[in-house]
């Protein structure tokens, strides 16, 4: 795991209001451009626990749609790397520490 600042991308729901959302745990959670947040747990049933933010290496993940999302590059801090299925999206990145910084 680094501290040093990681680029990846990630998909969101964007709300009418501006901001983003995660698209499955802790959906209520609204996020900016800019801020940095910090991962937090959220035990989901039927949901695998990992903590932290996932994204990815690139804006490629084949296992979900893409219907009224947006992808957004962010940065990342306190990275650890998680490997996935390509239909996956391959590796992902497992992060402490995200801030949006544009839609792509």
């Known amino acids: 795991m680094t501290d040093e600042i990681t680029i990846g991308y990630k998909l969101f729901r964007q709300r009418l209001d501006g901001t983003f959302g995660p698209l499955f745990i802790n959906k209520k959670?609204?996020?900016v451009i800019g801020e940095w947040y910090e991962s937090e747990a959220h035990p989901t049933k039927g949901?695998?626990?990992r903590p932290g933010w996932h994204s990815l290496l690139l804006p490629i993940a084949p296992h979900l749609s893409e219907k009224n999302r947006v992808?957004?590059?962010v940065l990342l801090r306190g990275v650890e790397l998680?490997?996935?299925?390509?239909?996956?999206g391959g590796k992902w990145f497992l992060a402490k520490h995200l801030k949006?910084?544009?839609?792509?």
Request: with cysteine.
């Open 100 to 104: 949006i910084s544009k839609v792509i």
């Open 82 to 88: 998680f490997e996935r299925p390509v239909n996956q």
């Open 71 to 73: 992808w957004c590059e």
């Open 47 to 49: 949901y695998a626990f």
């Open 29 to 31: 959670q609204k996020l």
